[in-house]
């Protein structure tokens, strides 16, 4: 399966805060190249915020599914938020296997995403 958006992710934000994360994957320091953020906090996949590209296109309770794979993680869109996320379904993010802050980045969004 092809995803909607494919961002092969080359600079990473993260910050934990109190019970609140926060984790953000871009294909470069430019927004315009494409990103996709989430925001909240473990377990609360309802609260969960996630912002993909633009800030127009972003919701809470948006996530139906986060799969990790060896590259990354497919993300996808619930369909009742894909007219909210301008019509994206799917987001598949490659982060290298040898870069660190990528590495680091997956590990609070598989925090985020746990169930």
Known sequence: MAADIEIRARAFWTDTEGGDHAVGFAASEDPED?????EGRPGDRKGLYLEVS???FAAKDAVERVEFTAEGFVLTIRPAMQAKLGMVGTVAVFVAGDDADGQAALAVLRGLVAA
């Open 54 to 56: 633009d800030d127009i």
């Open 34 to 38: 494409g990103y996709v953020i989430f």
